[in-house]
């Protein structure tokens, strides 16, 4: 199995790159994010915890992300490995997800980040926030509240990462096609 987690900050594009591994890879994509909304708009018990955490910009607490993660992981064994999108982004996440790996024998092989500017994000998302309905890409102060959260509690996963020789970061600017094409450079040369 190989398994990726794509890194980065919001709007760096982890989601629409996270398909195009997915299908080339035949992994299986899981993003948090994507979890988290299918919760709150069916309404369970899971989505009224998690509402007002990404209304404002704020990270879910990791007792509530990490079991979701683990149960999505469990009840989807069956392809070439998994795609993490927007998972791990604490210390503790990062931690809980090797020891949760490797209790099933399995494990992270590259953590790839896509590195884009701050600015260049803002204008990404806030033009993201016209076509869908996702509040926190609408308002500039949730937008960098989750800037905050990132260089705050995620952007430590760099070392982490490269503690254990998996970190690798792809020019995140320029075309879908040309990220994607760099993407799979890198993912060939590892596999
Ligand atoms: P995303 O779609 O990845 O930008 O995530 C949207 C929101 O979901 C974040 O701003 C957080 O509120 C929440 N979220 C997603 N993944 C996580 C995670 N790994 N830990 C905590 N909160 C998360």
Not at 108 to 126: F, G, H, S, Y
Request: glycine residues 6%.
């Amino acid at each position: 199995m190989f398994n990726i987690v794509i890194f980065g900050k919001p709007g760096s594009g982890k989601g629409t790159q996270a398909n195009f591994l997915k299908e080339k890879y035949n992994l299986y994509h899981i993003s948090t994010g994507d979890l988290f909304r299918k919760n709150i708009s069916n309404q369970t018990k899971l989505g009224i915890e998690a509402k007002s955490y990404l209304d404002n910009g704020d990270l879910v607490p990791d007792s509530v992300t990490i079991k979701m993660l683990e149960n999505e992981v469990l009840s989807n064994k069956e392809l070439n490995g998994y795609i993490f999108d927007g998972f791990p982004r604490t210390l503790n996440q990062a931690e809980s997800l090797d020891d949760f790996l490797s209790s099933i024998n399995l494990k992270i092989n590259a953590t790839i980040a896509l590195d884009v500017n701050e600015d260049e994000l803002i204008t990404r998302l806030l033009d993201r926030g016209k076509t869908t309905n996702r509040s926190d890409d609408q308002d500039i102060e949730k937008i960098k509240n989750r800037f905050n959260e990132y260089n705050t509690k995620t952007s430590i996963l760099i070392n982490f990462y490269n503690k254990q020789d998996k970190f690798f970061s792809v020019d995140g600017k320029g075309s879908v096609e040309n990220i994607t094409s760099r993407l799979f450079g890198l993912v060939d040369s590892l596999i």
